[in-house]
């Protein structure tokens, strides 16, 4: 390795790396030649309890008035040293203004004694979750390519954006979400799966994180050991499922033994328990268990291990405090917790745990341990000539986003996955013959307004739950509906329309799952996505104008 006053070959994308590798000028360098796993270790080794315990924290923050990020997130990167920073949605509505933020924590991040870099994470898992908003694409989401049948569309939803990622600094993603679509009631998970087959989601996953690393991203599989089995949210509470182990190997944990083979380099864990395992009533996020026995020694995975957010009620409840929560997290066996708000400096789920480090021999190895698997990554993807830059380049942020490539590959994503999933009366393709007067019933701006374009004096109503008697006085007018349908309540009005004797044709958005409580509307065509693109298939296909090509990708219970 170089020393300090020797040159230092730099091998990271462009100039910002040169920022880290020059600014201090100790014997160990991130950005020093050598095999990752061996100089993650001697980093790590050179590294105070403190510095140590802070390559473990990813938080979250908030900006202030001026968009300017709070002084305390800039504090715990400055002078705590945190090893990871994560952008939720709050952080994203201007988008220079996000790269500039991830540009001066990474310039904060080097002055560190050893240069190393942070992991900037966020949720851009496509579709329903979208955490970068701002001027990044609205793409269609997992279930929608669960629907189109082709890995390559997986690949290319990964890759490109990934590619948006990239342009803004973000080196790691959230992605893919690998939970089975296993109970049709989740409204957590639902169009965020690829579908029901264990096997499926293990492919399209595998196909999803390749494109985020061909992109310089970081991929992170979730929710481990899988969340799809349940109708609850662990924000609020702690979700509870009842299958046995042996259920679990061969469905839930299937995706996870198939992308352990591809080796991919993270995996969050959930705040799920399964009290028919050996876990017992414990989350699997807290349960040395599920990640060392099962995730490490069982599965092989090799990589990184990432907690949900620590903030929610599913996790923290149940062990007394943040800080208790914090520590057994660690001691199970995750890497990185991960919070979504700024504690203070002196909280005690830093107190705790640093004291926990200087009075417990094994937690401390444990910690240094964690400490060097997220060195160990940071040297693996954030070295090299295709990484994601440290500093983002204002140009491109300006110019480059959305990804246009990338938009068109969305719209044809779209338009592949569109489903008809039922046309009992031959309405599809809709003739204005057909049709007669037609009638929009949303709740969605988009539909009436695309609904608009495509039929010239359409009536539409913004409907709710009970169907109201204004509504059904302008339903009486029409002949035939188009019904956005996209949530229970939705059911509701449906079922008070019933009896009015109308042609109907629901424009199923996000999961088709609630098709099965109407199997008496005349026609359904599926879309798996709310947005312009999304919306603007399922009307084409309706009309006739390109062909249903999708294939819902669980089994739609009728009842």
Known sequence: MAG???????????????????????AINFFDDGDAEALAATLVDAMSDED??????????????????????????????????????????????????????????????????????????GGL???????????????????????????????YIGRELSVLGINMNFAPTVDLYTNHGSVLIGPRSFGESPEYAGLMGIAFARGLLAAGVIPTAKHFPGHGDTEL??????????????????????????LAKDRIPAVMSGHIAFPNTEAAAAPA??????????????????????????????????????????????????DIIMMSSTPALDDPVWVDLLQAMRTERDFRARVRDAARRVVEVKLRYLRGETTVPLIPDMARVRG????????AFFQGLAARSVTLVKDNKDLIPLSAEKAGRLFLAGQNLDFFALGKKYFSGVASYWYSAPVS????????????????????????????????????IVLSVLSPAYLGEVPWVDAAVAVYG?????????????????????????????R
């Not at 091998?11 to 590798?21: D, R, T, V």
């Not at 002078?79 to 540009?103: E, H, Q, S, Y």
């Not at 947005?531 to 249903?548: N, R």
Request: proline content about 5%; hydrophobic content about 45%.
């Open 129 to 159: 979750v979208r955490h970068v908003k701002g001027d990044t694409s609205d793409t269609p989401g997992a279930m929608a390519i669960g629907a189109s049948g082709f890995p390559e569309d997986s690949y290319r939803s990964g890759y």
């Open 400 to 407: 480059d986003l959305p990804d246009r490539e990338g938009a």
């Open 469 to 504: 008697d204004d509504m059904i006085q302008r339903v009486r007018r029409a002949d035939t509906i188009i019904f956005y349908l996209s949530d229970s309540e939705g059911i509701a009005v449906l079922r008070g329309l019933r009896h009015l004797g109308k042609k109907i």
């Open 285 to 334: 996020s807290l349960s040395p268990w599920f990640l060392g026995e099962v995730l490490r020694n069982r599965i092989g995975f090799r990589g990184l291990v990432v907690t949900d957010d620590m903030i929610m009620n599913g996790v923290k409840i149940g062990a007394g405090s943040l800080s208790l929560a914090a520590k057994q997290a660690l001691a199970a066996g995750n």
């Open 4 to 26: 300090a006053s020797g040159a230092r070959p730099l091998k990271a994308a462009g100039l910002s790396c040169l920022l880290f590798a020059a600014v201090n000028g100790f």
């Open 233 to 258: 949210d662990s924000h609020g509470v702690l979700p509870s499922i009842a299958a046995s182990f042996d259920v679990l190997w061969n469905r839930e944990l299937v995706p996870y033994r198939m």
């Open 530 to 558: 709310n947005s312009q693109d999304s919306l603007a298939a399922g009307f084409s296909v309706i009309l006739g104008k390109i062909p249903a090509q999708g294939a819902v990708p669980f089994t739609l219970n009728r």
């Open 52 to 125: 140590a315990l802070a390559q473990t924290f990813m938080l979250g923050w908030r900006d202030g008035a001026d968009g300017s990020p709070s002084a305390l997130i800039q504090e715990w990167i400055e002078r705590r040293r945190i090893g990871a920073v994560k952008v939720f949605g709050w952080n994203t509505a201007d988008t220079p203004r996000l790269a500039r933020n991830i540009g001066l924590f990474q310039r904060l991040a080097a002055r560190n004694p050893y240069s190393t870099p942070l992991l900037v994470a966020t949720d851009q898992e």
